[in-house]
């Protein structure tokens, strides 16, 4: 009998992912229930001591030192357990006191014990399993991992991670991105959340940590330390930027993260439903740093006003809308990334300077327009010799507009000659 209760209890153990220690624990609360139900009086607390080698059961009504009892199946007072002919030792308050009651006879527990003893070690087990998940998959936060699409709620899509479910909710979704059920996906782990149904397991595509993540599974040199990213900045599913730098000498961390003809930064966008993925090197140097962050445009100048962390950056006129962005993107994603207010100021040939953008995605900015060099009005008048008759595309341009727009055109004119005496 010992030794089916052991291999039992080895298997049910390594089934559930659990200790062999804690599932005998979990039978011992079972049984206490048992007795509760059938041997057990109103105040006592019964705790079941099971040997697993000889089946040999010991209970005992277990209770703990108080000043003030709140729970009388479980507290006594300090007076209480102290008093004559209980016991020789003193008790202090906290103590656990426990009191032998096994049946002389032994037990013969009945079927209504039984299922109750029953009950007991299921939901025991099963909180077992939802503990040890919460533990797995809290371990797991800010991680990237393989789900499938178990399907699509709404605008919601619950994604199969094996044990648990993961929920992609519609905040966390690459924008336009479409998923299938039945598709697998590399989602992030974003929060754990524990619930009496198990995990709440929250998963992200748009975090910038899955580019974190997937640039340390496609470059050796950042999963392994030599290279570090960081800062990142990214809009999903549109463009990201990741500030890298080397802790090794005579290693390149762009190119290492960019990879042979492109290779591996090719792998993230592609994973990323062919996001735009800019890296620049970090520097120590914020001047420096800001400059590599607007990459591709070129900068003439930065000056940074410490108190209020904002950089006004000059660039050539040409450079201008480069440096911007489109809809003020590329300076939006570098001012995320480095932490600095910008304010572009573009630069023309003669020295003046352009209006300058403060960080704002809606304003677009263009090069500066010279004085107009068209005459004036009364400038457009052909030179007439005197007594001259003027030809028709004359007419029509010394013409009053009201005269111009209620009598033939000068198109019309020209078609038909005969008509204009």
Known sequence: MNSDFITALNEIAEE?????DEVLKMIEASLAAAFRKDYGEKDQNPAVVLDP???AMKIYDVKTVVAEITDPQKEILEEDAN?????????KLGDEIKTDITPKTGTNFGRIAAQTAKQVIIQKLR?????VMF???????RQLVTGVVQRIEKDTALVDLGKATG?????EQIKDEQYKNGARIKVLILHVEPTPKGPKITLSRSHPDVVRRLFEIEVPEVFNGVIEIKAIAREAGSRSKIAVTSL????DPIGACVGQRGT???TVMGELGGEKIDIIEWSDDQVKFIANALSPAKILNVTLNEEIKEAKVEVMEDQLSLAIGKAGQNVRLAARLTGWKIDIAGQNLGGGETPSLEDNPDVSVGAPTEASEEPQEEDQAPNLAEGEIPTVEQQSDTAPAEEQSSDTSAEDAAEHPEEIK
């Open 264 to 266: 591996r930064v090719q």
């Open 248 to 251: 090794q000498e005579g290693v």
């Open 16 to 20: 559930k992912g659990l200790d062999k």
């Open 135 to 141: 533990s797995e998959f809290k371990a797991k936060e």
């Open 167 to 171: 929920v992609l909710f519609p905040s």
């Open 83 to 91: 008093s004559k002919g209980k016991t020789k030792k003193k008790y």
């Open 53 to 55: 080698e000889t089946m």
């Open 127 to 131: 909180e077992a399993e939802r503990n």
